[in-house]
């Protein structure tokens, strides 16, 4: 249980103890990460199922790996080559799935609500891996997880220094490029401004959705506007089927005014700012290499920090024995 | 010998005859032989005491889907006729998508043959504005008035040539038929899931802004100016189709509308709410707080004329599925009733307004000798429980479809017996 939650479907219904009870315990998990021998017997007997009907090398394996560490079994279960083409409903995958008795079902779907379809159908915990532009909660805690480890050494704590999650109050996150289309983007809003920080959303009008300002972002059209004073900023993917959707006329046009590059960060940025990206980058578009791989950003961190927080996600929802880890 | 029925002791509300009060019901061989306060009752006279009801003409719905021809596994032409007068509808028309399609005379004819072997409401059926639904060519509008269609529409789709609507309305003033319009640009709503607005952004879910309907509205008012036809607009649901609207009647063209229970009573932060079921899918979609608004002010002043259901029932196999994917449509018709009344207890809508919405105004939208208890009519009556409480039960619904977003309400409202011609087709 994620405090009052069997599942994790959205950010949106969970409250701050709640995210911070994930936060807390991917603390004590990224610390089994450091170790030489990275095994805890924790969810030993536990099977983990990965539903993945849309296309996933990032999320599908962290989670893989989140379960593998915990000593839970996990087996992926892919769309491509699977009933789904014959013509099986979602409804009737996931009770085929379920009388496999797993613990926890891990599932990305393109259709928004998918992952709440499922939860309502079967009896194992459901965890959202992303459903359409809905949202990614697991995204969402770890790019969480990552500012406060970033804002926690900023402000002098060591490089493997427990991130302090109080350190999100009072800051700044700017997140670029199609909000319309992206589900972590909204995570992140129903997740931030819980733990106190404040979000501005920015893109070409054509990619700020309807309404985004009731989620409590400040919107803006111009990347300068958007990135000056921020703490941090996300740069999201555009996804090339966008393109003469028609939201944005081509790629070279986006990069010259939403994309960042070396010059517009270092013009722009607050010197502390960091540069979040939930992957895959499209390099020379959204991000520029030498911003991807320079000094300010913490991509990498999210990477390793979605194993930790999945693995607490993981533990909570499969009803771990005590957390010895 | 004369079969005599009273309906004694009941509120009459008959707006096409300006009625509104305590009367008896005198039913003669099956038309209606007097309104009146006070009639001296033969022994023989059978009797339906309607004290504490509400006693009006059988409700005409000029929106419904039967299914028949082809998906008789969502729902036909008779448990859509007993699903009608279990909710006080004595008259429905019947829209054309069903498969094959309503654009030739034998599928009017075989309609037609349905409701009569079910006897329970008359069941209008609804001609193809175009052959075959494509939207290309018209179809032929004599041969279906003369095997009995009452309109024409091409409802599930809009008809998105203008030059095919511009025709459409001109050749049907040839036989005094309205040409009745799902207003939607295709382009403009692309593939959507519900309203555009900050409900469908926190849910991820594509949507279709209200201009995609109101565009269409406009263009086909200036259309109805260009031909002098008949125009009735259907399932309202943006506060810009009510402008279009009232700027028709101003011009004096000849253009009606109606609203949808659940656009009337609903908006997309209920479906919010209600999370993903696709029990709240359907198209158009429930709009926002504002637009239900507009819709509502305009059915009160009469500017939307009439309440029609959208009676769409599907089955488990389109509706048991993610929200994307899911059928639109929802079962209205016996629910429709007490929906409304809601909206007479939050004092939008006057009792009478509301019963001449469910009608008179229909009746006269599409020119239907019906919604009247003027001596010498069908008798065609409901009777009607105002302070009844029930509880939505879909499984009890007598339609095929189970699909309400009512279900589990608690509704105040429930018709007690129906009659068409006379007969008693709903009750005891």
């Known amino acids: ?325 | 010998m004369s079969e005599l029925l009273f309906i004694e002791g009941g509120r009459v509300i008959d707006p096409s005859g300006g009625v509104d009060g305590l009367r008896t019901v005198v039913v003669r061989d099956g038309r209606i032989a007097e309104v009146a306060e006070r009639v001296e009752r033969p022994r023989e006279a059978r009797v339906i005491d309607a004290r504490g009801r509400w006693v009006t003409p059988g409700f005409v719905d000029l929106h419904v889907h039967l299914r028949e021809p082809g998906q008789e596994y969502k729902e036909t032409v008779a448990t859509g006729a007993r699903a009608a007068v279990a909710g006080g509808f004595t008259t429905v028309a019947a829209m054309a998508n069903t498969s094959p399609v309503n654009d030739n005379a034998s599928v009017t004819e075989l309609v037609l043959a349905r409701a009569a072997a079910a006897g329970l409401a008359r069941v209008r059926p609804v001609g193809c504005v175009s052959r075959g639904q494509k939207g290309e060519e018209l179809a032929e509008y004599g041969e279906l008035k003369a095997a009995g269609c009452v309109a024409l529409s091409d409802d599930g789709r809009p008809v998105a040539s203008p030059a095919l609507m511009r025709r459409a309305l001109e050749y049907a003033r040839a036989f005094d038929l309205p040409v009745a319009v799902h207003e939607e640009d295709p382009s403009l709503a692309g593939k959507w899931a519900m309203h555009e607005g900050a409900a469908a952004t926190r849910m991820g879910l594509k949507g279709m802004p209200a201009q995609a309907e109101s565009a269409m509205v406009w263009r086909d008012v200036e259309l109805a100016e260009l031909t002098g036809g008949r125009l009735h607009l259907q399932h309202l649901s943006t506060a810009g189709s009510v402008r279009a609207l009232r700027e028709a009647k101003r011009r004096g063209l000849r253009v009606t509308g109606e609203a949808a229970p659940h656009h009337l009573a609903l908006t997309d932060e209920d479906l919010a709410r209600a999370g993903y079921d696709t029990s709240w899918k359907m198209n158009p979609p429930l709009r926002s707080a504002e637009d239900r608004r507009a819709v509502q002010e305009a059915l009160a002043d009469g500017t939307i004329d009439c309440v029609a259901t959208d009676h769409a029932p599907h089955s488990a196999v389109e509706k048991d599925l993610e929200f994307d994917a899911a059928a639109n449509g929802i079962v209205g018709l016996e629910t429709a009733f007490a929906v409304c009344l809601g909206l007479v207890r939050q004092g939008l809508l006057s009792e009478r307004r509301l019963v001449e919405a469910l009608t008179a105004a229909p009746a006269r939208a599409f020119g239907l000798a019906a919604g009247t208890l003027a001596p010498g009519a069908p008798a065609d009556v409901a009777v009607l429980d105002p302070a009844a409480e029930w509880r939505v039960e879909p499984e009890r619904f007598h339609s095929k479809g189970r699909h309400s977003p009512w279900k589990g309400a608690a509704l105040t409202g429930r018709c007690t017996h129906t009659l068409v011609d006379g007969r008693l087709v709903h009750g005891s």
């Open chain 1, 1 to 325: 249980m994620i405090g009052r939650h069997r599942h994790l479907i959205g950010l949106e219904e969970l409250d701050r103890g709640e995210i911070l009870q994930v936060l807390q315990l991917a603390a004590s998990m990224k610390e089994v990460l450091r170790r030489p021998l990275k095994k805890v017997p924790t969810l030993r007997g536990k099977a983990v199922v990965n539903l993945f009907f849309e296309a996933s090398t990032r999320t599908r394996s962290s989670f893989e790996t989140a379960a593998k560490i915990l000593s839970a079994d996990a087996l992926n279960w892919t769309a491509a080559g699977s009933s789904v083409s014959k013509g099986e409903t979602l409804v009737d995958t996931a009770r085929n799935l379920e009388a496999m008795r797993p613990d926890v079902l891990v599932i990305r779907h393109a259709a928004s609500g998918a992952p709440r379809l499922v939860a309502e159908r079967v009896g194992c915990a459901v965890v959202n891996a992303g459903d359409g532009a809905h949202e990614h909660p697991s995204q969402g805690l770890l790019d969480a997880f990552t500012l406060a480890e970033h804002f926690t050494r900023a402000a002098g704590g060591g490089p493997e220094a427990a991130p302090d999650f109080g350190l999100l109050a009072g800051k700044t996150v700017a997140i670029v490029g199609d909000v319309s289309h992206s589900r972590v983007a909204r995570s992140g809003l129903h997740c931030l401004p819980k733990l106190g920080a404040k979000v501005r959303v920015c893109g070409p009008p054509t990619m700020i959705p309807a309404g985004i300002e009731r989620m409590g972002a400040e919107v803006h059209h111009a990347l300068p506007d958007a990135v000056k004073g921020a703490d941090a900023v996300m740069m999201l993917r555009i996804q090339h089927e966008r393109i003469g959707d028609p939201l944005i006329p081509g790629t070279r046009e986006y990069s010259k005014f939403w994309g960042l590059n070396a010059r517009k960060a270092e013009e722009w940025l607050s010197p502390g700012a960091c540069i979040l990206h939930p992957g895959p980058i499209n390099r020379g578009v959204e991000l520029a290499p030498e911003v991807a791989d320079g000094p300010r950003s913490v991509i990498l961190d999210q990477v390793q920090n979605g194993v930790a927080v999945r693995m607490a996600v993981l533990y909570l929802l499969a009803g771990g024995g005590e957390a010895h880890v």
